[in-house]
């Protein structure tokens, strides 16, 4: 995952699914999940984000609930998911 500031207002998402992942099924149904996950999560992050999904092998054969864990954990790495206080 990249982040990068954008200069909006609001949080902007790109994704990176090469052939190495699977054929096109497997990479259109891992855009979706990600797309989702974003969707459904994006309250929780800093806003005026570029976030640069890259997929990597294992994403591929990954399930809903395992992309949104990893998403949350990369996000709260970038220092850019916030804490309900």
């Known amino acids: 995952m990249y982040i ?3 200069g909006t207002d609001g ?5 990176s699914a090469g052939k190495k992942i699977g054929n096109s099924v497997v990479r259109h149904t891992f855009s979706r999940r ?3 996950i974003f969707r459904l999560n994006n309250y929780r992050t800093v806003q ?3 976030i640069i ?13 395992k992309l949104e ?3 949350l954990k990369l996000l ?4 850019i998911l916030v804490t309900a206080s």
């Open 48 to 50: 005026g984000k570029d």
């Open 4 to 6: 990068d500031d954008n």
């Open 53 to 65: 999904v890259v997929a990597r092998r294992s994403a591929g054969e990954a399930g809903y609930d």
């Open 69 to 71: 864990k990893d998403y």
């Open 11 to 15: 949080n902007r998402l790109g994704i």
């Open 34 to 36: 990600i797309r989702e």
């Open 76 to 79: 709260k790495d970038h220092n």
